[in-house]
């Protein structure tokens, strides 16, 4: 079965950025994504498309499909109580913040005495990255996958 929107991919995959690994997925399970659903930056969906189980490749994704271009005016302030859960902050910390849409990562830009200024920005935005990519396994998404939006199960979401 060939990799298409609303099917699910099992993949492995090693990210890097100007030749150091950022993330490597092999230390675990491999990753589920229903496919044509946005569960993964669109340069490697694009790139899934049409493959198959065993096949092992190669992409490079430009910031523009990946996570997108750095914002240089993205720094906001928020009261240090927010930060509770971290202990002692220092500048480059990256921490996950809980919001509306869920947890996002963020990096600690300065510390004060009562607010912590954080650059909003994805860590990974306005960088090129190179995929190495593994197709685990694929199947066709459940209707109830598909109306979700995600994978249900095994490296997918518990409801």
Do not use: C, W
Not at 52 to 63: D, K, Q
Not at 103 to 127: C, L
């Amino acid at each position: 079965m060939k990799i298409e929107n609303n099917t699910v991919a099992r993949i492995h995959y090693s990210v890097t950025e100007q030749g150091g690994i950022v993330e490597d997925s092999r230390v675990g399970e491999p990753v589920a994504i229903l496919v044509g659903h946005r569960n993964i930056i669109p340069g490697v969906e694009s790139a899934l498309l049409g493959r198959e189980v065993g096949e092992r490749f190669s992409v490079t994704v430009e910031p523009g499909d990946g996570y997108g271009p750095r914002h240089a005016n993205a720094i906001q302030r928020m009261p240090k109580k927010h930060f509770r859960k971290y202990g002692t902050l220092k500048a480059g910390d990256l921490v996950m913040l809980d919001t509306e849409r869920g947890p996002r990562p963020v990096t600690v830009h300065k510390v004060g005495m009562s607010v912590v200024d954080i650059d909003i920005n994805h860590p990974m935005a306005g960088k090129t990255l190179n995929f190495d990519i593994e197709v685990v396994e694929v199947r066709a998404g459940s209707a109830e996958e598909i109306a979700h939006g995600h994978v249900h199960g095994a490296g997918g979401h518990a409801h």
